[in-house]
């Protein structure tokens, strides 16, 4: 017989009759490295990861570039403030302290309309000449320790005569007629972004500009006495 002791109609008995749990597992080995695979090529969403990585460094960079460009305007700005109010203060019919106050007053109310919560101070050192104020040399002293510094008794030319041993040799003050003025400002104020907290800086930035003026010749230059030789403290 073709098919011996078999009946048609009938399912076979020694075939298996279900295999897919066997090949579940088969096709899941096959399946994951085919998506392993498919996610190493796959290129979708990469700008964006890459995004998220190089941003916050980029933002820190701007904020950073942000600051710098700031206290370099308010920098050039203050000095165009300062020589314009210089130009326009007069010693001829004012005392030097008035004329002090005048000039701080217009140079603080102006730097504040561009920084309204600014701490400014001002200080000045006057000096015989415009080459001496440029200059603005220490006096001559025996460095005996060699420390940059004259103390500890060290001898010292005091060439302006004021008693002390001047770092620039200048004179604090505003000087008098045709003596020249080393005047400065310093501003102190909020920093614009919060990213110095993040590279541990100040929360307030600082900035210092600088000019030299010239009092008016409404007198005679005075002059200094011989220079003695005196010691520092």
């Known amino acids: 017989m073709l098919f011996p002791r078999r009946r048609f109609g009938t399912a076979a008995t020694d075939l298996q009759a279900n295999r897919r749990r066997y090949l579940a597992t088969e096709a899941d080995a096959v399946r994951l490295p085919a998506l392993l695979s498919r996610l190493r090529k796959d290129r979708d969403?990469?700008?964006?990861?890459?995004?998220?990585?190089?941003?916050p460094v980029l933002c820190l960079?701007?904020?950073?570039?942000?600051?710098?460009?700031h206290s370099l305007y308010l920098r050039t700005v203050t000095e165009g403030i300062m020589q314009k109010a210089g130009r326009d203060s007069s010693l001829e019919t004012s005392s030097a302290?008035?004329?002090?106050?005048?000039?701080?007053?217009?140079?603080?109310?102006?730097?504040r309309?561009?920084?309204?919560?600014?701490?400014?101070?001002?200080?000045?050192?006057?000096?015989?000449?415009?080459a001496e104020a440029k200059a603005a040399k220490p006096e001559t002293f025996n460095d005996t320790d060699s420390n940059?510094?004259?103390?500890?008794?060290?001898?010292?030319?005091?060439?302006?005569?004021?008693n002390v041993w001047d770092d620039d040799g200048g004179n604090k003050g505003q000087?008098?007629?045709?003596?020249?003025?080393?005047?400065?400002?310093?501003?102190?104020?909020?920093a614009l972004f919060p990213f110095w907290s993040m590279i541990g800086g100040s929360e307030k930035n600082t900035v210092t500009a600088s000019t030299i003026l010239r009092n008016q010749p409404y007198n005679g230059q005075e002059s200094y006495d011989a220079p003695v030789w005196r010691n520092c403290t």
Request: proline share 0%; glycine share 8%; hydrophobic share 45%.
């Open 45 to 55: 969403g990469a700008t964006l990861i890459e995004f998220a990585i190089v941003a």
């Open 61 to 69: 960079m701007l904020m950073g570039a942000f600051d710098v460009a």
């Open 97 to 111: 302290e008035s004329v002090q106050d005048a000039l701080d007053a217009k140079v603080k109310a102006q730097i």
């Open 113 to 130: 309309d561009l920084v309204s919560d600014a701490q400014v101070d001002t200080k000045r050192r006057f000096y015989r000449s415009f």
């Open 148 to 162: 940059g510094r004259c103390n500890d008794g060290e001898a010292y030319e005091d060439a302006n005569g004021n």
């Open 175 to 190: 000087g008098a007629a045709k003596d020249a003025v080393y005047y400065t400002v310093i501003i102190k104020y909020d």
